[in-house]
């Protein structure tokens, strides 16, 4: 385990920001789609292609450095989420890890999947499940949503139980027929927290309910791992797909994929090789490896290992609830400012416990026109869909933004929208 230290004094809270050199120049607050990586990141990145240089990438003394590499970082990700080592698949992205699920699972017809909100999911966690139904016969359950993205979770739990809730399948060009079947969903997807308003989901009663049932869980956790404190065997989910890259503050190009052991038994590798799978003597007999290495054949990007074991020791010496409460004491500044000004509309739950970090709001200027004005005052926030193609401003601060950023954004939003 990686020792803790706290951040609440005003020194502290420098140190942190000095290795994060953007905070120099910039308010960012865009983290909930990609981070900016602290200093150590970068500098373990570095010294990895340097010891491949000094040493030879393909030596005795690499390929141990290597194998040292990912044991230690499927042990600092376990830690973080609180899971087995063995059950840290590394994928490219998020959506390389929801992938490995929908196109690992047996298919068979009268299969059906429930997606939250359907369109008003990522479309990471919507388009593979929409492919899936137009190529397999797999039909899309809508799990109705209200204006924060929130489902009726006794409404679910009644379905499931019965094994009958409403399945919709595509009729031609227009409408949806829907049709009662009695055969219970083979896997229920969503969001652990909604990327447009920060809406954190009720995961861990939809986990129970799952196991109740039966049914397989997959979570995509692109807006919470990082943010706020998660364990996957509270939550009893079966899959999570995140990335390195939001709010672990890792390297791009990375992407992690839990997979509880009993569920990894349900799933085909979308690919093999050498690093995956073996010949018996004979030449004839294919077995594959036990996971990960099962799922994780191809896999070469090992320089961005290195930054993202440096990123997860960094946040896990932070610690979660560190971070969680520092996050919130800059959202709520923003949340609280915001809404003292006319023609701001907010988006999501107002109780800082139902939500992440982010704050999204709209106004009586375009989104788009707000977030270039307010890059050319060195403040990055973003523009995101906040259901019904209706635009909206997002801002996701981290641990590294301050109170004080919030308060100088508002006053920025203020001379836009005057």
Known sequence: MVSTMTYSSEASLDLVRADFPLTKKKIYMNNGSVAPTPLSTIKAITDAFLKYSIEGPDSKTINEFITLLMKELRNRIADLINCESEEIIFTQSTTEGINYVRNGIDWRKGDSVVVRGRTHEHYANYLPWLQLSKERGVSLIDLPIDSNGYFDISELENNLSRGKIAQETKKGAGGVTRNNKTKTPKLITLSHAL??????????????????????????????????????????????????????????????LYCDKKAAELLRPRSIGSESATLSSDQKTLAYLEPPAKFQ??????????????????????????????????????????????????????????????????????????????????????????????????????????????????????????
């Open 195 to 256: 990327y447009n308003n920060g809406a954190i989901m009720p995961v861990k009663e939809v986990g129970r309910i799952a196991k109740d049932n039966d049914v397989l869980f997959c979570i995509d956790a692109a807006q919470t791992v990082g943010t706020i404190d998660i364990d996957v065997k509270q939550i009893g989910c079966d899959f999570m797909a995140f990335p390195a890259f939001k709010w672990i503050c890792g390297p791009l190009g990375l992407g992690i």
């Open 297 to 418: 054949t191809g896999f070469r990007n090992f320089p961005a290992l290195a930054g993202l074991e440096a990123s997860v020791r960094y946040l896990l010496r932070l610690g979660m609830n560190n971070v969680r409460r520092k996050n919130m004491k800059v959202s709520n500044t923003l949340w609280r400012e915001l809404d003292k000004v006319a023609d701001v509309k907010l988006y999501g739950p107002e109780d800082e416990n139902l939500r992440t970090s982010i704050v999204s709001f709209s106004c009586n200027k375009d989104s788009k026109t707000v977030v270039d004005k307010l890059e050319e005052n060195e403040i990055i926030f973003a523009e995101r869909d906040v259901g019904g193609g209706k635009k909206a401003v997002r801002a996701s601060p981290h641990f590294f933004n301050t109170e004080e950023e919030s308060d100088r954004s508002v006053q920025q939003i203020k001379n836009i929208i005057k």
